[in-house]
C-alpha cells in the first residue's frame, strides 16, 4: 500500500518522478494551471520572459529533439552544457526528468514555460534519477560557474547532509549565482531536508497542491476537536460534509464488520491486518465498509504519524470505484478516538478542493534553529509538462516544485540584472500566499517556509527587505530580543508610510516596532516564561504590495553570555536549573565552519574568531539525564586581532589542519634522523 503521495523511493535522491498518462487533449487543457497559479501571466504581458538570463539545469539532461526544447548549440533552445555519465557534450534526456524540469522553466512551443526565452544550459549527472552521485553534482556546479550561468536548478539530491554538496552551492552563491533546489519527497516527517536543501544560502522549495479538481484536503472533527486528515487517492470533494456516529471496525475486513450495525455510521479502522502474511488493501476496506452501508471511512496508521493511501491503483480491481469518502489520520489519533466510541461519538468529515495546500509527501524542516527551511512551496502535484519523446505528461514532486521557481528568479533577473542572490530570495520569499491547513489555519513554517510562489507580486514588488525572516532568542533572564530589518527600494525611491502587523501562533508574545532611515527595528517579548518554539508573520504594506516576513520565536530556560576580548569570545551559561556541562557550539551564519567548546557551571571558556559578521550560538546543556538548549545570534562588528583564519585558507577544519602538519613535522624528522 503507498504510504505518500507516490512511490518516492528514495535511497541518494531527494526528488523523483510520477508519470500519469493522460489523452493529449486533456493535457492541453491542464497545461496553463500550475502557471496561472503563481502567476505568470501579467509578467509575461509585461514582457517578462527570461530574455538574455542563463540558466543551468542539473539534472538527467534535457531532449532537445523536443518540438518545445528543440536545438542544441547557440542557435538551439538548449545552448549547451555538459554529460557528466557519459563524458561528452551533448547531454541527452532519456529518462524525462531533466525534460519535465525544463519544460516548466523555458519551453517554448506549444507548451511554454515561465520563461521561455531564457538560455537553458544542461548539466546531466544522471541517466535515471536515482543513486544519483554527489560528485557529479558538485562538479557540475563548478562548471555552472565557469559558464557564468545567473541561476542553477537542482532538483536532485541527497536525503542526508553532504558538507561538500553545501560548500559546492555556496561557492556559487558567492559568484553571484542564485540557487534554487527541491526540498525533497520525504515528508511529512520532520526534520526530512537533506543536502544542498538544507544549505542556509539556498532557495528551498517544497510542494504544494496545483490549481485542478483532484487537489482535495479533509477535515475530520469530533466535538471540538479537530484532527489532521489525508483524502486517500481515489476520493472525490464532497458537496457537504458527512455527520454520523463512529463505529469500530476493527481491520475492515468482512468478517471485522460481521454482527455490527455501521449503517448510516462513519467507520474507524486500523490500517493493514492482524494475520501475518495477510494483506487488506484499502479499496477492500472502502468496498467492504460501503456494501455495509456506512457514509464514510476513517483508517487509522499502523505505525507512527499520518499517512496517505491510494484507493484506486495497482491493488485494486480494474472496474473498481470508490463510492463512500475515506480519509487517513495517524497511529495516535485514531487509538484516541478508539477509546472515546464507547460514549456515542458522533464525527463529521469533509472532503474539499484546496489547491494551497502542502503536499504530503514533501520534506519539512527545520535543519537549523538559526534559519528557516523550506524557504517556500510552489506547485508540485499534478503539473503538465514536457517529456522525452515530444510528448507530455502530468508529474508530482519537489522537483517539479522548484523550476517554478527558478523561472520566477529569471524573469526577476530579467527585469532587474543587477540582483545579487540574497536580494532575489528576499523578493521572492516575502511576496508569497499564505498557505493553509484544511481548518484554514496558516501552515507551520517548517512545512510551508513563508508561503507559496506569487510571481506577480515578486516582479511588481520594489522593496527589498533583508533579512527576510528573523529569529528572536528569549529566556528566562532575558525576556526579549530585538532584530532589525533594513528596506531597500529598487526603484530608488523615497519608500512610503508603511503598516507593520505581526500575528503570531503564541498570542502572549509582544510585538514593538520602531522605524528610521529606512530601517524597522523589531523587539518581540515574552514575560510568561512558557518554553517553546513559536512562530509568526510579520506583514509590511507600503501600499502598493504586502510583505510577508516569518518569524521563529525560541523561548528558553537556559542564557547564553559572552564577552568579546580582541579575537576571543568568553562564554558562560545561566540556567535556573543544576547542570553539569554545556557544550557551546558558535558556527559562522551561513556556513559549514562550527567551533565548539565544553564548559562547567564553574568555567569561562573562549573561542577565537578571525573575522566580523553574525554568528550563531547554540547551548546543549546537560541537565541530569536530560540535555536542555539555548541560542543566540551575535553580531561581532570588529576583531582586534585579526590573525589569519586557518580553516578558511585551507578550507578544511583546524583540527584536520593540525593533524596533517603534526604528519608532516613527523616525516621530516624521520628524514633527518635517517640521514644522520
Same mark, same amino acid.
Given at each position: 500500500?503507498?504510504?505518500?503521495?507516490?512511490?518516492?523511493?528514495?535511497?541518494?535522491?531527494?526528488?523523483?518522478?510520477?508519470?500519469?498518462?493522460?489523452?493529449?487533449?486533456?493535457?492541453?487543457?491542464?497545461?496553463?494551471?500550475?502557471?496561472?497559479?503563481?502567476?505568470?501571466?501579467?509578467?509575461?504581458?509585461?514582457?517578462?520572459?527570461?530574455?538574455?538570463?542563463?540558466?543551468?539545469?542539473?539534472?538527467?539532461?534535457?531532449?532537445?529533439?523536443?518540438?518545445?526544447?528543440?536545438?542544441?548549440?547557440?542557435?538551439?533552445?538548449?545552448?549547451?552544457?555538459?554529460?557528466?555519465?557519459?563524458?561528452?557534450?551533448?547531454?541527452?534526456?532519456?529518462?524525462?526528468?531533466?525534460?519535465?524540469?525544463?519544460?516548466?522553466?523555458?519551453?517554448?512551443?506549444?507548451?511554454?514555460? %515561465?520563461?521561455?526565452?531564457?538560455?537553458?544550459?544542461?548539466?546531466?549527472?544522471?541517466?535515471?534519477?536515482?543513486?544519483?552521485?554527489?560528485?557529479?553534482i558538485i562538479q557540475a556546479i563548478a562548471r555552472t560557474i565557469e559558464d557564468k550561468m545567473n541561476v542553477i536548478n537542482i532538483s536532485l539530491g541527497v536525503n542526508r547532509t553532504n558538507d561538500e554538496l553545501e560548500s559546492a552551492v555556496d561557492e556559487a552563491v558567492k559568484k553571484g549565482i542564485t540557487v534554487v533546489v527541491a526540498a525533497g519527497n520525504n515528508g511529512p516527517d520532520d526534520k526530512s531536508i537533506g543536502s544542498p536543501g538544507?544549505?542556509?544560502?539556498?532557495?528551498?522549495?517544497?510542494?504544494?497542491?496545483?490549481?485542478?479538481?483532484?487537489?482535495?484536503?479533509?477535515?475530520?472533527?469530533?466535538?471540538?476537536?479537530?484532527?489532521?486528515?489525508?483524502?486517500?487517492?481515489?476520493?472525490?470533494?464532497?458537496?457537504?460534509?458527512?455527520?454520523?456516529?463512529?463505529?469500530?471496525?476493527?481491520?475492515?475486513?468482512?468478517?471485522?464488520?460481521?454482527?455490527?450495525?455501521?449503517?448510516?455510521?462513519?467507520?474507524?479502522?486500523?490500517?493493514?491486518?492482524?494475520?501475518?502474511?495477510?494483506?487488506?488493501?484499502?479499496?477492500?476496506?472502502?468496498?467492504?465498509?460501503?456494501?455495509?452501508?456506512?457514509?464514510?471511512?476513517? %483508517?487509522?496508521?499502523?505505525?507512527?504519524?499520518?499517512?496517505?493511501?491510494?484507493?484506486?491503483?495497482?491493488?485494486?480491481? $480494474?472496474?473498481?470505484?470508490?463510492?463512500?469518502?475515506?480519509?487517513?489520520?495517524?497511529?495516535?489519533?485514531?487509538?484516541?478516538? $478508539?477509546?472515546?466510541?464507547?460514549?456515542?461519538?458522533?464525527?463529521?468529515?469533509?472532503?474539499?478542493?484546496?489547491?494551497?495546500?502542502?503536499?504530503?509527501?514533501?520534506?519539512?524542516?527545520?535543519?537549523?534553529?538559526?534559519?528557516?527551511?523550506?524557504?517556500?512551496?510552489?506547485?508540485?502535484?499534478?503539473?503538465?509538462?514536457?517529456?522525452?519523446?515530444?510528448?507530455?505528461?502530468?508529474?508530482?514532486?519537489?522537483?517539479?516544485?522548484?523550476?517554478?521557481?527558478?523561472?520566477?528568479?529569471?524573469?526577476?533577473?530579467?527585469?532587474?540584472?543587477?540582483?545579487?542572490?540574497?536580494?532575489?530570495?528576499?523578493?521572492?520569499?516575502?511576496?508569497?500566499?499564505?498557505?493553509?491547513?484544511?481548518?484554514?489555519? %496558516?501552515?507551520?513554517?517548517?512545512?510551508?517556509?513563508?508561503?507559496?510562489?506569487?510571481?506577480?507580486?515578486?516582479?511588481?514588488?520594489?522593496?527589498?527587505?533583508?533579512?527576510?525572516?528573523?529569529?528572536?532568542?528569549?529566556?528566562?533572564?532575558?525576556?526579549?530580543?530585538?532584530?532589525t530589518l533594513h528596506l531597500h527600494s529598487i526603484s530608488n525611491t523615497l519608500i512610503p508610510k508603511l503598516k507593520v502587523q505581526f500575528s503570531s501562533s503564541e498570542p502572549r508574545l509582544v510585538f514593538n516596532y520602531t522605524t528610521s532611515n529606512n530601517t524597522i527595528n523589531v523587539q518581540i517579548t515574552d514575560k510568561t516564561q512558557n518554553i517553546g518554539n513559536y512562530e509568526g508573520f510579520i506583514t509590511i504594506d507600503d501600499s502598493k504590495?504586502?510583505?510577508?516576513?516569518?518569524?521563529?520565536?525560541?523561548?528558553?530556560?537556559?542564557?547564553?553570555?559572552?564577552?568579546?576580548?580582541?579575537?576571543?569570545?568568553?562564554?558562560?551559561?545561566?540556567?535556573?536549573? $543544576?547542570?553539569?556541562?554545556?557544550?557551546?557550539?558558535?558556527?559562522?551564519?551561513?556556513?559549514?565552519?562550527? $567551533?565548539?567548546?565544553?564548559?562547567?557551571?564553574?568555567?569561562?571558556?573562549?573561542?577565537?574568531?578571525?573575522?566580523?559578521?553574525?554568528?550563531?550560538?547554540?547551548?546543549?546543556?546537560?541537565?541530569?539525564?536530560?540535555?536542555?538548549?539555548?541560542?543566540?545570534?551575535?553580531?561581532?562588528?570588529?576583531?582586534?586581532?585579526?590573525?589569519?583564519?586557518?580553516?578558511?585558507?585551507?578550507?578544511?577544519?583546524?583540527?584536520?589542519?593540525?593533524?596533517?602538519?603534526?604528519?608532516? %613535522?613527523?616525516?621530516?624528522?624521520?628524514?633527518?634522523?635517517?640521514?644522520?
Amino acid at each position: 500500500m503507498i504510504e505518500k503521495l507516490l512511490i518516492f523511493s528514495l535511497v541518494f535522491i531527494l526528488c523523483t518522478i510520477c508519470f500519469i498518462s493522460y489523452s493529449y487533449e486533456e493535457k492541453q487543457n491542464l497545461l496553463p494551471k500550475s502557471l496561472q497559479l503563481v502567476g505568470t501571466q501579467v509578467p509575461q504581458q509585461q514582457g517578462l520572459n527570461g530574455q538574455g538570463v542563463k540558466i543551468g539545469i542539473i539534472d538527467t539532461g534535457i531532449d532537445f529533439d523536443h518540438p518545445d526544447l528543440y536545438g542544441y548549440g547557440p542557435s538551439g533552445r538548449v545552448v549547451g552544457g555538459y554529460d557528466y555519465v557519459n563524458t561528452d557534450e551533448k547531454p541527452i534526456d532519456v529518462n524525462g526528468h531533466g525534460t519535465e524540469i525544463s519544460g516548466i522553466i523555458g519551453a517554448n512551443g506549444n507548451f511554454s514555460g %515561465i520563461a521561455p526565452k531564457s538560455q537553458l544550459f544542461s548539466y546531466k549527472v544522471s541517466s535515471t534519477g536515482e543513486a544519483v552521485s554527489s560528485e557529479y553534482i558538485i562538479q557540475a556546479i563548478a562548471r555552472t560557474i565557469e559558464d557564468k550561468m545567473n541561476v542553477i536548478n537542482i532538483s536532485l539530491g541527497v536525503n542526508r547532509t553532504n558538507d561538500e554538496l553545501e560548500s559546492a552551492v555556496d561557492e556559487a552563491v558567492k559568484k553571484g549565482i542564485t540557487v534554487v533546489v527541491a526540498a525533497g519527497n520525504n515528508g511529512p516527517d520532520d526534520k526530512s531536508i537533506g543536502s544542498p536543501g538544507r544549505d542556509f544560502n539556498v532557495i528551498t522549495v517544497g510542494a504544494s497542491y496545483n490549481n485542478i479538481t483532484s487537489s482535495l484536503a479533509s477535515t475530520l472533527q469530533v466535538g471540538n476537536k479537530q484532527y489532521d486528515a489525508l483524502p486517500m487517492l481515489g476520493v472525490s470533494a464532497l458537496k457537504n460534509a458527512i455527520e454520523g456516529k463512529m463505529v469500530y471496525g476493527g481491520y475492515g475486513r468482512v468478517k471485522d464488520l460481521q454482527g455490527i450495525n455501521v449503517k448510516d455510521s462513519i467507520l474507524l479502522e486500523q490500517r493493514g491486518s492482524n494475520t501475518a502474511g495477510e494483506k487488506v488493501f484499502f479499496s477492500e476496506k472502502e468496498k467492504n465498509a460501503a456494501d455495509m452501508g456506512a457514509k464514510g471511512l476513517v %483508517i487509522y496508521n499502523n505505525q507512527s504519524g499520518v499517512f496517505f493511501g491510494e484507493l484506486v491503483g495497482s491493488n485494486s480491481t $480494474k472496474d473498481y470505484r470508490p463510492t463512500i469518502p475515506v480519509i487517513s489520520i495517524s497511529k495516535n489519533d485514531g487509538l484516541e478516538l $478508539k477509546s472515546m466510541l464507547a460514549n456515542n461519538t458522533v464525527g463529521r468529515l469533509n472532503i474539499f478542493y484546496h489547491p494551497d495546500f502542502v503536499a504530503p509527501f514533501s520534506s519539512r524542516g527545520p535543519v537549523s534553529p538559526f534559519y528557516i527551511k523550506p524557504d517556500l512551496v510552489a506547485p508540485g502535484v499534478y503539473v503538465n509538462t514536457t517529456t522525452i519523446g515530444g510528448g507530455y505528461n502530468l508529474t508530482s514532486g519537489t522537483s517539479i516544485a522548484a523550476p517554478h521557481v527558478t523561472g520566477a528568479v529569471a524573469i526577476l533577473l530579467q527585469k532587474y540584472p543587477n540582483l545579487d542572490p540574497s536580494s532575489i530570495v528576499s523578493i521572492i520569499d516575502t511576496t508569497t500566499d499564505p498557505v493553509t491547513d484544511a481548518y484554514g489555519k %496558516i501552515f507551520p513554517i517548517n512545512v510551508a517556509g513563508s508561503g507559496r510562489l506569487n510571481i506577480t507580486r515578486a516582479s511588481s514588488a520594489d522593496l527589498i527587505i533583508s533579512p527576510h525572516s528573523l529569529v528572536f532568542n528569549i529566556s528566562y533572564e532575558n525576556s526579549n530580543d530585538t532584530s532589525t530589518l533594513h528596506l531597500h527600494s529598487i526603484s530608488n525611491t523615497l519608500i512610503p508610510k508603511l503598516k507593520v502587523q505581526f500575528s503570531s501562533s503564541e498570542p502572549r508574545l509582544v510585538f514593538n516596532y520602531t522605524t528610521s532611515n529606512n530601517t524597522i527595528n523589531v523587539q518581540i517579548t515574552d514575560k510568561t516564561q512558557n518554553i517553546g518554539n513559536y512562530e509568526g508573520f510579520i506583514t509590511i504594506d507600503d501600499s502598493k504590495t504586502v510583505y510577508r516576513i516569518p518569524v521563529l520565536v525560541h523561548v528558553t530556560k537556559g542564557t547564553i553570555k559572552e564577552t568579546q576580548n580582541g579575537s576571543q569570545i568568553d562564554f558562560t551559561v545561566d540556567h535556573p536549573d $543544576k547542570w553539569s556541562y554545556a557544550k557551546i557550539s558558535l558556527m559562522k551564519a551561513g556556513s559549514q565552519d562550527v $567551533k565548539t567548546i565544553g564548559i562547567t557551571p564553574q568555567d569561562t571558556k573562549a573561542i577565537t574568531i578571525y573575522s566580523t559578521g553574525e554568528y550563531w550560538i547554540q547551548a546543549d546543556i546537560k541537565i541530569g539525564n536530560k540535555t536542555d538548549h539555548a541560542y543566540k545570534i551575535l553580531t561581532i562588528n570588529h576583531v582586534t586581532e585579526n590573525y589569519p583564519d586557518i580553516e578558511e585558507i585551507f578550507h578544511i577544519p583546524i583540527k584536520q589542519v593540525v593533524i596533517i602538519f603534526s604528519i608532516m %613535522i613527523t616525516a621530516v624528522v624521520v628524514v633527518l634522523v635517517k640521514r644522520r
